[in-house]
């Protein structure tokens, strides 16, 4: 499979998976006679795990360190990676608490704004 149907499978940018290739966070992947990328399924694999880590907020760096510990030994750097995973985990369990906060901030605010409006409407209306 080509770049560009894989971008549109997994949803991401050709440019990011090139990004995602040149950083080794994708392992690189094979290439036709004309030099084009001939993505597997293990590479697709890899490409919607990485997506998936950084929609949880995973940075590059961390996941350069998850790899890694992969490649260092994949049974052995079990702990390591667990660690790493749950450490991640208990950070965006508290942005998603900081965020639940925000909106319900948000909703509190709205709500506001639509019972002042619906006062403001009513008192203005000119008599029929």
């Known amino acids: 499979m080509q770049i560009k149907d894989v ?20 392992v690189p992947v094979a290439r036709d006679e004309a030099g084009r990328r001939q ?8 490409i919607l795990f990485i997506r998936h880590m950084r929609e949880a907020g995973l940075g590059i760096d ?15 750097t079990i702990p390591q990676r667990r660690e790493l995973l749950a ?9 998603i608490k900081e965020l639940t906060q925000a ?6 605010k709205v709500a506001h704004y639509d019972e002042h ?12």
Do not use: H, M, W
């Open 117 to 128: 409006r619906c006062k403001n409407e009513t008192a203005y209306r000119p008599n029929a």
């Open 39 to 46: 993505f597997t399924r293990a590479n697709i694999d890899q």
């Open 62 to 76: 961390v996941l350069r360190q998850y790899i890694a510990l992969i490649e260092q030994d994949e049974l052995a």
């Open 7 to 26: 971008a549109a499978q997994v949803g991401l940018s050709i440019e990011a998976i090139r990004y995602y290739e040149k950083e080794g966070l994708i």
């Open 87 to 95: 450490n991640e985990a208990q950070q965006l369990q508290v942005r």
């Open 103 to 108: 909106l319900n901030l948000l909703n509190l």
